[in-house]
């Protein structure tokens, strides 16, 4: 991970350096981890689609998935806080993809469903979504279940974030 000392462009002509990422930074998992999901942006909004996020299309995928399910509970299938669940929920019944109803039991609960255009978008996303995968790891993965292990390394971090102290 990390790139060479390249030469660049400044002003008049003069190349400059820019530097390769210190070994400390690179021995970082953390920094390993953000250009990874840097990467991942890039190569969503240019190969699957530039109008839906990633989110969104997890928060439809779980929506699918489960049916009538409250927008609260679905937010931790889909590792996101409440409040920009509902904010991405909104957005998404705004561009008519699910619909949100209050619940019978409890108006303050929304249950979500898709619409026949959120299923026919969640399809074709989905599609090229897998192809994205498919080409992010590639077939030198052998054996290796990589988005599995990438699961455990997030349950891992995210139960080392709620510790209140490192040992």
């Known amino acids: 991970m990390g790139e060479p000392v390249r030469a660049g462009r400044r002003g008049r002509g003069a190349p400059a350096v820019t530097p390769a990422p210190p070994p400390d930074l690179l021995a970082a998992p953390g920094y390993g981890a953000r250009r990874m999901y840097q990467a991942y942006l890039a190569a969503w909004n240019r190969h699957v689609d530039p109008v839906l996020t990633g989110p969104q299309f997890a ?3 779980a929506v699918r998935a489960y049916p009538g399910s409250d927008q609260s509970s679905l937010a931790g299938a889909v590792a996101l806080d409440t ?3 509902a904010d991405l929920c909104r957005r998404l019944e ?3 993809l699910i ?3 209050e619940s019978p039991r409890d108006a303050r ?3 979500l469903s898709l619409t026949e255009e959120g299923s026919a978008v ?5 599609r090229r979504a897998r192809r994205l995968d498919k080409a992010l790891l590639g077939s030198d993965s ?3 279940d990589v988005a599995g292990l990438l699961n455990t390394l997030g349950a ?3 139960a080392v974030a709620a510790l209140d102290e490192l040992d």
């Open 59 to 61: 928060v439809l995928s």
């Open 83 to 85: 409040s920009t669940m």
């Open 94 to 96: 705004q561009r008519g």
């Open 99 to 101: 619909r949100r109803v």
């Open 109 to 111: 609960r929304k249950l």
């Open 122 to 126: 969640l399809t074709q996303v989905n």
């Open 142 to 144: 052998g054996d290796v």
């Open 156 to 158: 891992r971090w995210e």
